[in-house]
Nanobody
């Protein structure tokens, strides 16, 4: 059974940085994709950053140049480095793994950007 457990988010001042991590367990093969999504209050969940198995990445326009997705070589951890945070980045952030036609989700972690 695939399980994803995100690290705690937190409160960050505008302009600050935060690194999220997600521990992935139970995978039987290399995931097709590992990603981070977010959902702000009253809005739909949106893709933030995604990394395919070959290493190709794509980012939402709103975070490109500020956020970086990465993973360890064993595909047991996926990270999201967030820099130059602004209040519009406030949301619940979710880790996501796609494998064998299934999509798995973490429980979500709150990130609040506020002074």
């Amino acid at each position: 059974q695939v399980q994803l457990v995100e690290s705690l988010g937190g409160l960050v001042q505008p302009g600050g940085s935060l690194r999220l991590s997600c521990a992935v367990s139970g995978t039987t093969s290399s995931p097709y994709a590992m990603a981070w999504y977010r959902q702000a209050p009253g809005k739909q969940r949106e893709l933030v950053a995604r990394m395919l198995s070959g290493g190709r990445t794509n980012y939402a326009d709103s975070v490109r140049g500020r956020f970086t997705i990465s993973r360890d070589n064993a595909n047991t951890m996926v990270y999201l480095q967030m820099n130059s945070l602004n209040p519009e980045d406030t949301a619940v952030y979710y880790c996501n793994v796609d494998q064998d036609s299934f999509s798995y989700w973490g429980q979500g972690t709150q990130v609040t950007v506020s002074s």
